[in-house]
């Protein structure tokens, strides 16, 4: 059985920073591109980054320069490392397992399979 579960999210002030981890329990983790997702309530749910089974990463532009995606291979964890925060991103973050390594959109929700419950990240003074 699939399994991911995050962690590391909490309230912070504008301008610091937060690393969420996400833990999965699947096979051959290496071989599996994975993404991280926030949704606000009442919106949809959107696309933050990805990264490859061969290191390839990619952002919304909303984030790019100011959050780093990364991957463990050995912990079969991946993580998501947020600074210089503001308000709006303000969510629940979601980590999730692409169906396919290498074809697809990464920037699509009906590209991956699995879903963690997510990690509520609160941006506030």
């Known amino acids: 059985q699939v399994r991911l579960v995050e962690s590391g999210g909490g309230l912070v002030q504008p301008g610091g920073s937060l690393r969420l981890s996400c833990a999965v329990s699947i096979r051959t983790f290496s071989s599996y591109a994975m993404g991280w997702f926030r949704q606000v309530p009442g919106k949809e749910r959107e696309f933050v980054a990805a990264?490859?089974?061969?290191?390839?990463?990619d952002y919304a532009d909303s984030v790019k320069g100011r959050f780093t995606i990364s991957r463990t291979n050995a912990k079969s964890t991946v993580s998501l490392q947020l600074n210089s925060l503001k308000p709006e991103d303000t969510a629940i973050y979601y980590c999730a397992v692409k169906r396919t390594n290498y074809s697809g959109s990464y920037y699509t929700i009906s590209e991956y399979t699995y879903w963690g419950q997510g990690t509520q990240v609160t941006v506030s003074s």
């Open positions: 990264i490859r089974s061969d290191g390839w990463t």
